[in-house]
Structure formats: C-alpha cells, structure tokens
Antibody, heavy 118, light 107 residues
Framework: EVQLVESGGGLVQPGGSLRLSCAAS????????MRWVRQAPGKGLEWVAS????????YYVDSVKGRFTISRDNAKNSLYVQMNSLRVEDTAMYYC???????????WGQGTMVTVSA | DIQMTQSPSSVSASVGDRVIITCRAS??????LAWYQQKPGKAPKLLIY???NLQSGVPSRFSGSGSGTDFTLTISSLQPEDFATYYC?????????FGGGTKVEIK
C-alpha cells in the first residue's frame, strides 16, 4: 500500500525547535519530489517547502526561510523538516505529500500537529 | 506571488444539485492547477490534476476545466459524501499557492 506517515509533532515554546519526519512506503521514494504543506486550525492549506528527488533543490515559503530546513534520506525512505525559531503562527497540522510528474499532490500523510505556545 | 481566488467561499446545496466552484489566478498559470477535497479531520484528497484530468478512482461526476487564469470545478450531481471543503492549488511558479477554499454544505 502506498503510504506516508508523519511523526514528530507536539507542543513547543516560542523560539523552540522540532523535527518532523515522514516515512514513505509502497512506492519508489527516491523517484519523487516531496513537499510539506501545513494547515493552521480552522484555516486553509499553505505550501511550506519542496525538495527534489536527490535533495539538490529545495524551496521554501518566505515565512519559513532561514528557520525551516527540508531534507530527505532516500535510503531510509524518509522526508524531514527541521523547524527552528518556532513562532506561534507556525501552529498547524503539517502534512507531507508526494508530487506527481503532473505537479499534483496525489498521496498525503495523515498529518502531525505542531503547537507553538508558551 | 500568484494569488488564487476561489468563489464562492461557501455554498449550500442539496443532494442531486449541480455545483460549480471557480478559481481565478492573479496571473497565468497555464494548466498547472489541481483541485483537492478535504473532509473534517482528514488530509486533502486529489480530485483533478492539470486543470481537467480526473485522478484515478475519483467519481466521474467531478470535472475540471480552464486554463490561463480561470478554472472551474464542477460536481454534476452532488452526493452525500461530497459535502466537504474544496481547494484549488497552482503549481506553475513559486511560491506554490492554494485558494482559500470553498465549503460545500447541506441545504
């Protein structure tokens, strides 16, 4: 079964750090671009970051540049995002998603919740 | 940044109704547009890719059209399981952006 499973979310104080993971199974992980997308409580979807198949290209939304780092380990079929200097406005459900060759997100994880609060 | 404007933001409809959701991009995005359905507490689900292509396993009552700046998602005959929030998403340029969502509610 093609699947993405996120982990690593939790409660963190402003200024803190968290590392989210996304475990892929059922497909050739190294063949796909991957993304992180987040959704603040009661709000819409927001693209966070993208990474190329070999990790050579990475892109970020402006609001997380310099604070978040996307990475992947193709040997472990895993995607990561290291989140530093967290802010209250980073509070959201974080989803990882697979990008198709037609630039759509066809497989999503169940999400992991990040809460930034004092 | 490309702004994606969806309308309406919400719609009340009955089972069997035809529902049309529009998405307008602030600049041309060719056909790099996808539509997603999201139900409460669940991850989004891909419905339409490249503006008009039905994702495998998605019922044929869903259809998409458009190119450039104006796009539509049509549900030809609304079913009980279609009550959800729908998002458009452009993949033409960075930053990737989503529309604000359209909530389809039971009338």
């Amino acid at each position: 079964e093609v699947q993405l499973v996120e982990s690593g979310g939790g409660l963190v104080q402003p200024g803190g750090s968290l590392r989210l993971s996304c475990a892929a199974s059922g497909f050739t992980f190294s063949s796909y671009w991957m993304r992180w997308v987040r959704q603040a409580p009661g709000k819409g979807l927001e693209w966070v970051a993208s990474i190329k198949q070999d990790g050579s290209e990475k892109y970020y939304v402006d609001s997380v540049k310099g604070r978040f780092t996307i990475s992947r380990d193709n040997a472990k079929n895993s995607l990561y995002v290291q989140m530093n200097s967290l802010r209250v406005e980073d509070t959201a459900m974080y989803y990882c998603a697979r990008v198709t060759t037609t630039r759509a997100l066809d497989i999503w994880g169940q999400g992991t919740m990040v809460t930034v609060s004092a | 940044d490309i702004q994606m404007t969806q309308s309406p933001s919400s719609v009340s409809a009955s089972v069997g109704d035809r529902v049309i959701i529009t998405c307008r991009a602030s600049q041309g995005i060719s056909s790099w547009l996808a539509w997603y359905q999201q139900k409460p507490g669940k991850a989004p689900k891909l419905l339409i890719y490249a503006a008009s292509n039905l994702q495998s396993g998605v019922p044929s009552r869903f259809s998409g059209s458009g190119s450039g700046t104006d796009f539509t998602l049509t549900i030809s005959s609304l079913q009980p399981e279609d009550f959800a929030t729908y998002y458009c998403h452009q993949d033409n340029s960075l930053p990737r952006t989503f529309g604000g969502g359209t909530k389809v509610e039971i009338k």
